[in-house]
């Protein structure tokens, strides 16, 4: 009776799953290490190495006022660091969500995923545990890196108080929401890890330079400005900037927000529907 009943709880085992998946990562210190070191290496070298704004304030010919209105135009800020530093943060995301996908071919290949399968925990709690998981890690090593920002001199926007934090990890919850269910979709099926990184590989450098992650989209091809239009990265990363570095548009914010919010809702949906038919032994 008490099997049948935990059979029909959608939430039957989802935080020992989700557990599961985080001690993989916690409980591994080389590995801990490094998902925690590698933001910092991106923020303290790319970060400071790709500085636009030394091209014109380093330039005696250009005045420095001149310099700084070019750069408010260009990026919204006079600072590039600042600009980039926070497109970071949804490259943080992006790149830690890529992974998940990866733990169901294991978990497949190792013959846990089949064990799992044979117990009365559903099939959409293994699939959102992956999903949780990759979450949790995504806002962590973003809380880093952008702790690390202000660190080295992070600009804060006129409208910033510390209560935009909230909305800044509600934008990158919903970001890391939908792109892990994205990513374990299309893993869903799949018994070899070198299809899964093909994937990752093909789709990485496409979402993050097709977003106004480390370049405005207004200077872009108009047809890749209506690629940006529609990759969830550039909402993320405008809502982000907005909360942060920039005078807040309330309109703007609120569109960014419902956005992120149906493409989150939309594949999360998705990927437990398609977890009940084709997630299978």
Do not use: C
């Not at 030394?54 to 070019?70: E, G, K, R």
């Not at 890529?98 to 169901?104: A, T």
């Amino acid at each position: 009776m008490t099997q049948n009943s935990n059979s029909k709880n959608p939430l039957h085992g989802l935080w020992a799953l989700t557990n599961r998946e985080l001690k993989k990562w916690y409980k591994n210190p080389y590995l801990f290490i490094l998902s925690i070191i590698q933001p910092l290496i991106w923020m303290g070298l790319f970060g400071r190495a790709m500085n636009l704004s030394a091209i014109f304030t380093n330039n005696p010919q250009i005045p420095q006022q001149f310099a700084q209105q070019i750069m408010r135009q260009t990026f919204g800020t006079a600072d590039y660091f600042s600009y980039m530093s926070v497109g970071i943060l949804s490259f943080v995301v992006l790149f830690t969500t890529m992974f998940s996908g990866m733990s169901i071919v294991w978990d497949r290949r190792l013959g846990f995923l089949n064990k799992v399968l044979s117990t009365p925990v559903a099939r959409g709690s293994i699939l959102m545990s992956k999903v949780l998981s990759a979450v949790i890690r995504s806002l962590l090593q973003a809380a880093i890196v952008l702790g690390f920002a202000f660190v080295l001199g992070l600009t804060l926007g006129p409208d910033f108080t510390p209560l935009n934090l909230l909305g800044v990890f509600g934008a990158l919850f919903l970001i890391s929401l939908g792109l892990s269910s994205i990513f374990i979709l299309i893993a869903i099926r799949s018994t070899r890890w070198e299809t899964q990184m093909a994937v990752m590989n093909l789709l990485n450098l496409p979402l993050l330079f097709a977003s106004n992650a480390l370049f405005p989209t207004s200077l872009m091809p108009d047809w890749l400005q209506a690629v940006a239009k529609v990759n969830p990265i550039t909402y993320a990363t405008d809502a982000t900037r907005q909360l942060i570095l920039y005078p807040i548009d309330m309109t703007t914010l609120i569109f960014d927000f419902t956005y992120l919010s149906v493409f989150a809702v939309v594949f999360t949906v998705i990927g437990i529907l398609l977890s009940w038919r084709y997630l299978s032994r």
